[in-house]
């Protein structure tokens, strides 16, 4: 089992700072007042995690993407991906962000809920594009467009690779959801 050891005893000045920030920046959203493990473990690297932790709270707390659109980019990587950690820890912020039980349950069994509006339902198109590692066609991307603009399409590819780093962490270093967290049914 590959684990990484936690270097939290040992962060001081810029890096103790940077830990403390980003914990503070996704208490509201995650409901818990410390960081999640898997930035826990990336503080073995604190440059590496400074820089992704800047770029996470970037797309979820200053984007152009409303908060349901990017939660349930989120959840449609996760569930695409069977990152179960993320997954886990994205059912507050999705709830939080008005997506209702049945959408979450459609969209982990692997569904594209017509219930959601024509921009949410192309989110999710995209990401399977992403997924699927093929271009985004030009009809689909003029949907989500029109709604969010080129910025918003960027932020739906970049949260895609930014999840991909967050499942790989997870997976590479067998990083458990944290008690209290729902468990994935994946």
Request: proline share 5%; glycine share 10%; hydrophobic share 50%.
């Amino acid at each position: 089992m590959a684990s990484l050891p936690d270097p939290t005893d040992s962060l001081t000045g810029a890096d103790l700072e940077t830990f403390n920030h980003m914990a503070s920046a996704r208490a509201h959203a995650e409901g818990r007042a410390h960081l999640g493990d898997v930035y826990v473990n990336m503080f073995n690297n604190p440059g590496v995690a400074a820089k992704v932790g800047a770029l996470g709270e970037h797309l979820r707390f200053h984007g152009v993407l409303p908060d349901a659109v990017r939660e349930l980019v989120i959840l449609r990587f996760a569930i695409r991906q069977g990152f179960a950690y993320e997954w886990s820890h994205h059912q507050r912020p999705a709830r939080l962000a008005g997506i209702g039980d049945a959408v979450i349950a459609g969209l982990t069994a692997g569904e594209v809920p017509n219930s959601l509006p024509d921009a949410s339902q192309a989110a999710l198109e995209i990401v399977d594009c992403v997924v699927a590692k093929q271009s985004i066609p030009a009809d689909l991307q003029a949907r989500f467009v029109g709604a969010y603009g080129a910025a918003g399409i960027i932020e739906v590819v970049v949260l895609c690779g930014l999840y991909a780093t967050m499942g790989y962490m997870t997976t590479a270093f067998d990083i458990a959801v944290e008690d209290g967290l729902p468990v994935a049914p994946f």
